[in-house]
């Protein structure tokens, strides 16, 4: 029997079944999947088809037919528009339950593991105003008011915003009033069309437990008239704000920071307490945007390791030592690998802060250091990119064979691709998968896999 041609802009009626990883609600019927935004299971909704597929096609909302008991009033009046957040529709516990299926889909489907040892996803303590940092594209309305805030879903168009709901809440005041500031100085924004203007973004940052807080301008080039008596009113303005900078990008690019940043006015850099230690974090530095969840998913791992004092410890794509540094204090020898030599410049500095001795780190590219240790670790921790690892790592595991892998993951795919590999031929085996909550509102869902040699 043939199906149904489906077209283009066709109305359709859909019952939501699932949610996929990227966030959208999942609906099947004739034998094809329909993906629809701002949906979720249990919902019955009538679709418009936006691309078709021979398989499965894209739909948008048009009318709730039957709603979910697991949708929810978002806390966000531009929800509906903004690409920022996925969930704000769907009530907190499912969008636990949803992570967690998501992590069990993808390690059966893509990793081939019958069964895997998923445990609940470590909830947030607050699914809202938890963001340590936000980074907002800049805008002219059509009257050419200056404009911040996210894409609105699969466009290019500026939602802006005065405030947000997941981001730190003290960050409101400085996002609502920057936006006043840039107006006042009369700084051209950046148009990413015709490659003009100058100011192309405002990144606010600030430590969750000191309430230290950065300001950075992403602009196209340096010459930005009366930045210096702007960044001075600013720190004069925010008792809290301890710095300001410039970050220049000049490439057309998506891409947010540009290769190099200079420090404005005040300090480069806001003291964060992370783990008991203290840690120096500059506007460019990747440092993960929950501080509490993401102690917490540290505590899992320490809990987990058992660590006795005598191991030797190697942390692949190290970052400023996050992660590193408070597992050093547990082990007799840790190293930190590092691509970029900006984070391992702090990552030294931050163990120099924290005195913590027994502990090396080293610039390189990851598949390029770990085949030339020539120390036999007895753990070794992966936290790479969304991208997962490249093969050369896999493969120098594979042959070095160390006791134990720890595997953190933010994107699920490239963990359960590579977690596959790492465990054929029965070479390693997992013993337990800690899911985390470090994005609540989202789709993203951080991944914990402890893996122990056969």
């Not at 500031?181 to 051209?188: L, R, V």
């Not at 998913?297 to 191991?311: C, D, R």
């Amino acid at each position: 029997m043939s199906k149904t041609v489906w077209q283009q802009g066709e109305l359709i009626e859909v019952a939501i079944t699932d949610l996929s990883d990227a966030g959208d609600g999942v609906g099947r019927t004739d034998e094809r999947v329909v993906f629809v935004p701002d949906t979720v299971s249990g919902d019955r909704a009538l679709v418009r088809l936006v691309h078709v597929k021979p398989n499965y096609a894209h739909g948008k909302l048009i009318q709730l037919l039957q709603s979910s008991p697991h949708r929810i009033r978002p806390s966000c009046i531009v929800a509906d528009k903004c690409g920022g957040c996925q969930w704000q529709h769907i009530d907190y516990e499912y969008q636990l339950e949803a992570k967690r299926n998501q992590v069990i889909q993808a390690l059966e489907h893509i990793g081939g593991f019958l069964k895997p040892p998923v445990d609940p996803v470590l909830a947030a303590p607050s699914p809202l105003g938890y963001r340590n940092k936000a980074t907002y594209p800049l805008g002219t309305s059509h009257t050419g008011q200056v404009q911040a805030g996210y894409y609105e879903k699969g466009s290019h168009q500026l939602i802006n915003l005065n405030q947000c709901p997941v981001q730190d809440p003290r960050l409101n005041p400085l996002l609502l009033e920057a936006k006043q500031d840039i107006q006042k100085q009369g700084w051209q924004i950046y148009n990413e069309q015709r490659h003009t203007g100058l100011v192309r973004h405002l990144s606010l940052r600030i430590g969750r437990r000191t309430g230290e807080m950065l300001l950075t301008l992403v602009v196209k080039d340096w010459n930005l008239p009366l930045i210096q008596h702007q960044a001075q009113e600013w720190l004069k303005r925010y008792p809290q704000l301890v710095g300001v900078s410039l970050n220049c990008n000049s490439h057309r690019t998506n891409a947010i920071f540009g290769p190099q940043t200079r420090c404005i006015a005040g300090l480069s850099y806001l003291r964060e307490q992370f783990a008991g230690l203290e840690f120096q974090v500059r506007p460019d530095t990747f440092f993960q945007v929950y501080t509490e969840t993401a102690e917490a998913l540290l505590k899992v791992i320490q809990s987990e390791l058992n660590l006795q004092g005598n191991e030797v410890l190697i942390d692949t794509y190290c970052g400023i030592g996050t992660l590193t540094l408070p597992l050093a204090k547990q082990v007799r020898l840790a190293t930190g690998l590092e691509v970029q030599p900006e984070a391992v410049e702090q990552a030294i500095l931050n163990a120099q802060i924290n005195h913590i001795n027994n502990v090396t780190f080293i610039t390189g590219a990851v598949e390029k250091l770990l085949h030339k240790m020539d120390m036999t670790p007895d753990i070794v921790l992966l936290d790479p990119p969304r991208k997962g690892c490249d093969r050369a790592v896999i493969d120098t595991l594979l042959q070095s064979k160390p006791p134990r892998i720890v595997y953190v993951s933010c994107k699920v795919a490239t963990l359960a691709r590579d977690l596959r590999l790492l465990c054929q031929n029965g070479m390693y085996t997992i013993t337990r998968i800690q899911p985390a909550d470090f994005f609540p509102e989202t789709a993203h869902v951080e991944t914990a896999a402890f893996l122990v040699r056969v």
